[in-house]
């Protein structure tokens, strides 16, 4: 676990490094408030939490609705099409 641990929170902190600091925040408020028996701090940490978890929400439905676009509009028509006929070719003629 140790070698995957610091893979695992560079990932985490470049993904979302605001919400991420918020829920480090936040883990450290409970830890310290459940360790030395602190409830009010515990719950500090613990609506900080969620408020992390809410931030990192919203930020990811604000990145799905930038990813639905809608398709390019194509101002030339497709080619390829039988309509077109063949360019004539080009032959050098001389003229005396």
Request: proline content about 8%; overall charge positive; charged content about 20%.
């Amino acid at each position: 676990m140790n070698f995957y641990w610091p893979r695992f929170v560079k990932v985490f902190y470049r993904r979302e490094p605001i919400s991420s600091f918020i829920l480090v925040v936040a883990a450290v408020d409970m830890v310290m408030g459940g360790v030395d028996g602190k409830w009010s701090l515990f719950s500090l940490g613990l609506m900080v939490a969620l408020l992390g978890v809410g931030v990192r929400w919203w930020q990811s439905e604000k990145t799905k609705a930038i990813a639905v676009k809608q398709p390019p509009r194509r101002y030339l028509p497709p080619s390829g099409g039988t309509q077109r006929q063949p360019l004539p070719m080009l032959t050098k003629q001389h003229r005396r």
